[in-house]
């Protein structure tokens, strides 16, 4: 609904309506406008009746004319006005009604208005807490949404790295495959060579143990003659030992004696020669009487 309406315009509707022969009204005078608001419409409509008394006054001034002519327009003229004045006055009355109501009815919706404003700023107060707290959760929600952005990165990340690992994983493992069949293959054929190396060694160890039965046959009398010829040098090197052992002493009774007279040679060579009564003389013992 439109506000501000021009006066001039709300005074051009009234008298359109008056012209017609109704008499102006607030919705009237709104319905020959097509706008304005009943507020403003009111207001300029009282203006309007006020400014029509004087206008009708105004038309009392007439051209000059005959006299009983003059007087008859004038005496209409008057009556006219006068049923005018007791329209206006009655319209005026009316008006104030509808202006009273109006002014209760805009009375009531500036009070609704302002309990509306008041809800109004109240929800736009519990609205702005709420979209701080929105901010705040939004704020919360993006940087929880970048860590897991950046988490999910890293998952990606390790994600190719373990399909890079187990692509790599995969081709050891077929070479491992492969290098496990190459040393079934190769154990296999040494198996074999094994088993004909073995069953060679047994043959050969069987030969050697029953060659070796037969030395060690051969052996055991040939130890057991050593044993018989040992021990017959034992005897012999017991008997031997004892010889020696005679032997030493004797030779050992010899040397006594030799160096016995040995002095006794020396101590005659330094005694003085004199007479001296000839003695018998006792035969030397040598080694043969001994």
Known sequence: MAVGVPEHEVYAAADA???????????RVRLEL????????????????????????????????????SQAFVAVWQQAIH??????????????????????????????????????RQQAAEALAGRQAAELRLADL?????????QIEDLQQQREG????????????????????????????????????VRGVED??????????????????QFKEAGR?????QRRLEST????????QRAAAQQARGDTLEQQLIQLRQAPVTKRRPRSRKPVATMSDS
Not at 17 to 27: F, N
Not at 189 to 195: D, L, S
Request: hydrophobic fraction near 35%; proline fraction near 2%.
């Open 241 to 248: 030992q004892t010889e020696l052992s005679q032997t030493q």
């Open 162 to 197: 373990l399909l890079h690992e187990r692509r790599e994983a995969q081709q050891d493992n077929q070479t491992l495959q492969q290098d496990l069949q190459a040393l079934r293959l190769k154990a296999e054929q040494e198996r074999v060579a094994q088993e004909s190396y």
């Open 34 to 69: 097509g706008r304005g608001s009943p507020a403003r419409v009111g207001g300029l409509l009282d203006q309007w009746w006020a400014r029509l008394a004087g206008r009708l006054n105004g038309e009392t001034r007439l051209p000059t004319l005959p006299g009983e002519v």
């Open 83 to 120: 049923l005018a004045q007791g329209v206006a006055e009655q319209a005026f009355a009316e008006q104030r009604e509808v202006l009273t109501a109006e002014r209760e009815r805009v009375a009531a919706v500036e009070e609704q208005a302002r309990q509306d404003a008041a809800q109004f």
């Open 142 to 150: 993006e940087l929880l949404l970048s860590q897991r952005q950046t």
């Open 229 to 233: 010829n040992f021990e017959l040098l």
């Open 204 to 221: 050969r160890a069987h030969r050697e143990v029953d060659r070796a039965r037969e030395e060690g046959k051969a052996v055991t009398a």
């Open 17 to 27: 309506v008056l012209a017609r022969g109704e008499r102006p009204t607030v919705e």
